[in-house]
C-alpha cells in the first residue's frame, strides 16, 4: 500500500514539475501569429486578439485571451467579439511546440449578422466584363474545424437588409464535432422583441460533411415559450421536432417530418423555401387541433344558451361586433414580396368560441394575387365554404368570396360576434361579396354583395308576432279572443329572403315565411354600422284564434295584417294596424252585401241610393 501511494505521489509529482516546466518553456504568445495566420487562410477573416495570451492549468490546460474579434474583409464591423476566449489544447502535443485545440469557448460574445458585418470586395478589386457570368465560389467560405465549441452568456444581431434588427440574447451554446463533420448541437437563447419575450432551447445532430454546399439536421427537441403583449394571458408554449435541410444549389430550405405544438393546438407536416428574387414557399399541413381562442389574446368564448341570449337582448348597452386583431399593414403588399402554396388540414378548429371539424385550406399566391380555391369545414350538423379571391397587386386591394352555407345554427355565429340579436335557426346561405379590407368591421360599413338566405326552424327571442296581432284584435272586438302564449317568441318553420349589402345596409326583399299558426311576406333594411333596422310585414295568422265571432275570426284567418317592426336591435319597437284592416274588411264586406242587393233590385226605386252608398265606401 505504501509502495502504490508513493508511486502515485511521484507521478502527481513529475506531472506538476511538467506542467510547471511547460508553463515556463512555452509562451503561448507565440501562437498568436500562427493562429490569426490559420484563420485568415482558412476563411479569410482577420482575427484580432487584444492583451497577452496567458496559461490556465486547472481543471483543463487552456490558453486565455483577452479581447478578441473576428472580422469579415472590408467589413466595418466585426463578425465576432468576445470580452476573453478560453481555448482548450491537448498536453502532448506541445511538448513538440504544436497546438492542438480540442476546445474554443467564447464568453459574453457579440455576433453580428448584419449587412456592417457582410464581407465586401476591396475597392481596388478587378471586376469582370458585364456579359460575364462568375461561378460562384462555394470552396470558400466558414470552416468550423474545432472539435468542440462552446459560447456563454452571449448575443447574436441578426439584420437583413433595410430589416429591422432582431436580438438573440442570452446564448449557451455547446457544439461539438468529429472527424466526419457530424456535429451535436445544444442551444438555448432568449429573444425580446415587440415587447414580446420568447425563451427557446434547441437540441440538434448536423450533417456537415458536404458543408457549404449542403447542410441537414435533426433538431430532436424544441422547447419554446413566447410571452408579451397581445398574447394570451399564459402565453404560448409548446415543444417538437422536425428534420431541417439546406442545399446552396438554388438557395432552398426545408423543414420535414415537422411535429410542433403550441398550448393545445399541434402541427405536423413539411415547409420548404427556394430563396430566389421572389422567395417560393410551399407550404403542406395537418393539424389534429388548432385552438385559436388560445393562441389569440382576449378570445371570447361564445355560450350558445337561448336563455342567455334573451337576457343580452335586453341589455340597455352593448359593445358592437369586433373581431381580435392585429393593426397591421391594410394594402396587403407584403403579398407581392413572395410566391406560396398552402395547403392545411385540420381535425378541429376553435376560433371564438365555434368548433369546426374537418377544416380544409388551400390557398396560391402569386405576386400578390391570393387565390382562395379551398376554404371549407363542418360547424355542428352543416357546413360552410369560402372560396375567394385577394388581389393586392394594385394601389388599392380588391377581395372578393363566394360563400356558401348550410345548415349552420345561426345563434352560435351571432354569439360569437357580439351581435345583440337572439336569434336561433338552421342558416344557409349562397352569395356573392367583394370589399377592401378583411375584417369583421369593415365588412359591416364598406363591402357589397348579394345573397340569398334560409332560416329553417328559427327562434326569434322577445317578440311573438302571433300574440301580438291576436291580443290587438281581442281588445277591439269583444267576440274574439286571443290564445294566451307565455313564451314571447315568434318560431317559424321556414324563412327565406334575398338580401344586397351596400356599405352597411343591409336591404332584404322576398321575404317569406311560415309556421303551423302564421305566414308572412315583406322587406325591410338593417344598418349594420347603426345597429337599428327596419322592416315592414304582412302576417297571417292562421291558427289560435278563439270566440264566439267564427264569421270574424274566419275572415282574420285570411287576412294579412301590416307589422312594422323597427328601432335599435336592443330594443325594438312596432307599429300594427289591425283597426284599418278590420276597417278595410268591414268596408269591402258592405261593398260585397250592396253589389248582391244591387243584383237582385236593379228595377227598385232604391236602387239609386244604394248605388250611391257603394261609391261613397
Known sequence: MRRLLTTLMILLVVLIAGLTSLVLLVNPNDFRGYMVRQVEARSGYHLELEGPLRWHVWPQLSILSGRMSLTAPGASLPMVSAENMRLDVALIPLLSHQLQVRQVMLKSAVIQMTPQAEAKLSANAPVGPKDTISEPDTGRGWSFDVAKLKVVDSVLVFQHINDEQVTVRNINLQMTQDDKRQAHIELSSQINRDQRDLTLSVTADIDLHDYPQQINATLSQIDYQLQGADLPAGGIGGSGSLQLGWKNTGSQLSLSNMQLTANDSDLQGNVSVAMQDKPQWTVDLQSRLLNLDKLVANAPVADTSINQQAQQAQQPSRPGPVIAEQQGETNYHSLRNFNAVLNIKAGEVRWRGLAFSD??????????????????????????????????????????????????????ILTAFDYPIALTGQFSMTGDFSGERLDA??????????????????RLEGMNFQQLIQQAVSRNNEGVDAQQNVQNVTELDHFSTSASLDNGLLTMTKMVGESSVLSLTGEGTMDLVKEVCDTNFAIKVGGGWQGSDSKLI????????????????????????????????????????????????KESDKAKDAQQLLNKL
Open 359 to 412: 377544416v380544409q385550406t388551400a390557398l396560391v399566391n402569386q405576386e400578390g394575387k391570393l387565390s382562395i380555391n379551398q376554404l371549407n369545414g363542418k360547424l355542428g350538423q352543416g357546413t360552410l365554404s369560402l372560396p375567394g379571391f385577394l388581389d393586392a397587386s394594385g394601389k388599392t386591394p380588391e377581395l372578393a368570396f363566394q360563400p356558401q352555407v348550410k345548415n349552420i345554427e345561426i345563434g352560435k
Open 441 to 458: 368591421e369593415d365588412f359591416r360599413s364598406n363591402w357589397q354583395g348579394d345573397a340569398q338566405l334560409e332560416l329553417v326552424h328559427s
Open 554 to 601: 274566419e275572415v282574420l284567418k285570411n287576412t294579412a295584417v301590416p307589422l312594422r317592426v323597427y328601432g335599435p336591435w336592443q330594443q325594438l319597437n312596432y307599429t300594427l294596424q289591425v283597426d284599418q284592416v278590420l276597417r278595410k274588411q268591414l268596408q269591402d264586406e258592405a261593398k260585397r252585401r250592396l253589389n248582391d242587393w244591387l243584383d237582385k233590385h
